[in-house]
């Protein structure tokens, strides 16, 4: 396979530099294109496959055990000054009724008797601690929901609604997650910068899991928010299935705040939501602005089929486990108040405003 190695750049570790040096193309299409360089940064991988002329490498075989065997070719080994034992990478495949098995792999690690790579240890670039030093926190606020809504599908009636968390600085929130091996989870850790943009600490920060479900397929964070609906007279609550997310700046809120960036696309590090076989993914939300979420589906929207006509609070509430660090919590929770109305299959709501806003 032909490779350029510019394409899907995955970070091992928090020893990588925090952008690559190279572009993110391979070859140029301007009129009066000159040059280009291509590498790969220290500490720093790319996805062979997706960087190649083709998505997926395939091979017709028979049901059975196999040992898969990738190999750097000899003149490129030579070229290069690739060590012997770093040109290839050996792995144990099953393939079982036209199915394929093999063991997730992690890079930067020693393979063991199994197949399986250990994972990276060169997060100790950037020193663990348990608080981060002072003004490298950012403070995570909760918006009230907004643009809510009742809707019917399937004999279901369910209320949607529209919900904004954002950055109030004077640090950028970043989440690096880094892939347990042979598991579709990866840990978690919030990074910490200085005033020169350079990574000082990080801490543990929680779990990232993939969503399959349809209009996601990235990585989320699993402990991000929660939402839920409560009964104002009788404090019963019910939840909405939808509590994680891939973070992403996607509205500025407030470019005034100190550490804003006002520029969400030329800010780094950038948030990367990642697919399926990612081993590490980076998501971020730098000071003033924040990530817009609409929970309008069945499994994110409130099921209110059964519930009674009345009085509810729509609460919102951002970090609910507290493992994101942050300058202050007490703008974490925020609540809407709205009257539930109408016949069924025909109800709508009536919202409270909020601050005088009618949203």
């Not at 091992?12 to 040059?35: A, D, H, I, M, V």
């Not at 705040?257 to 993914?281: F, H, K, M, N, Q």
Request: hydrophobic content about 35%.
């Amino acid at each position: 396979m032909a490779v350029c190695p510019n394409a899907d750049r995955v970070r091992l570790s928090g020893e990588g530099r925090e952008t690559p040096r190279f572009p993110t193309f391979c070859n140029g299409y301007w009129t009066f294109f000159k040059g280009n360089r291509w590498g790969i940064d220290h500490h720093w991988a790319i996805d062979v496959m997706e960087a190649g002329p083709r998505r997926m490498a395939r091979m017709r075989a028979p049901a059975g055990r196999f040992r898969a065997t990738v190999r750097i070719a000899d003149r490129y080994v030579d070229a290069l000054g690739v060590a012997p034992a770093d040109a290839a990478v050996t792995i144990d495949v099953r393939i079982r009724k036209g199915r394929v098995a093999v063991p997730h792999s992690a890079p930067a690690g020693e393979q063991g008797d199994d197949g399986d790579v250990a994972a990276p240890t060169a997060l100790a670039g950037v020193p663990l601690v348990e608080e981060p030093p002072p003004g490298t926190a950012p403070d995570l606020v909760a918006l009230p929901a907004w643009h809510l809504r009742v809707h019917e599908h399937d004999g279901r009636e369910r209320l949607g609604f529209a919900s904004t968390l954002w950055n109030d600085g004077p640090a950028p929130l970043v989440v690096e997650g880094y892939r347990r091996v042979g598991e579709d989870v990866m840990d978690a850790f919030q990074f910490f910068y200085d005033d020169d943009g350079e990574p000082v600490a990080r801490t543990p920060a929680g779990t990232m899991e993939f969503d399959r479900r349809r209009g996601h397929h990235h990585w989320h964070m699993t402990q991000f928010v929660e939402y839920s609906l409560v009964d104002a007279l009788t404090g019963d609550v019910v939840r909405s299935k939808k509590q994680s997310f891939c973070l992403v700046p996607t509205d500025a809120i407030d470019l005034s705040v100190p550490g804003a960036t006002y520029d969400r696309w030329s800010s780094t590090p950038g948030s990367r939501c990642g697919g399926e076989d990612e081993l590490w993914i980076r998501e971020h939300i730098p000071a003033g602005w924040g990530d817009t979420y609409y929970q309008g589906v069945a499994g994110q929207a409130f099921d209110v089929t059964n519930l009674p006509n009345g009085w509810y609070r729509v609460r919102v509430e951002v970090n609910p486990a507290g493992d994101l660090h942050e300058r202050t919590t007490d703008n974490n929770v925020d609540e809407r108040l709205l009257y539930l109305k109408g016949e069924p299959g025909r109800r709508r709501v009536r919202v409270a405003p909020w601050k005088g806003l009618d949203i």
